[in-house]
Nanobody, 114 residues
């Protein structure tokens, strides 16, 4: 069974930066899209950013210009988060999507607070 493991979360002050990583335990065939999602307390999980096999990216309006998604192969994905705001506080999840199935990580906590 493939596992996705996120890392890089933590506590940061407003205006600071963090880089999240997502690593798969092995390469997964036929991945079409990779994405980052987040869930704040009392809120639904929401899409943060996605990147396709072709390298196309899409971002939630709330993070455009501040966050950058990237991948280096079929196993690793990243989210560079700059100019963090308190409203970015959430558990961040990575997701790898196939045509028939998707894989989720267990989440990493990001807390933006002074």
């Amino acid at each position: 069974q493939v596992q996705l493991v996120e890392s890089g979360g933590g506590l940061v002050q407003p205006g600071g930066s963090l880089r999240l990583s997502c690593a798969a335990s092995r390469s997964i065939a036929s991945i079409t899209t990779m994405g980052w999602y987040r869930q704040a307390p009392g809120k639904q999980r929401e899409l943060v950013a996605v990147i396709t096999n072709g390298g196309s990216t899409n971002y939630a309006d709330s993070v455009k210009g501040r966050f950058t998604i990237s991948r280096d192969n079929a196993k690793n994905m990243y989210l560079q988060m700059n100019s963090l705001k308190p409203e970015d506080t959430a558990v961040y999840y990575c997701r790898f999507i196939r045509y028939d199935y998707s894989y989720w990580g267990q989440g990493t906590q990001v807390t933006v607070s002074s």
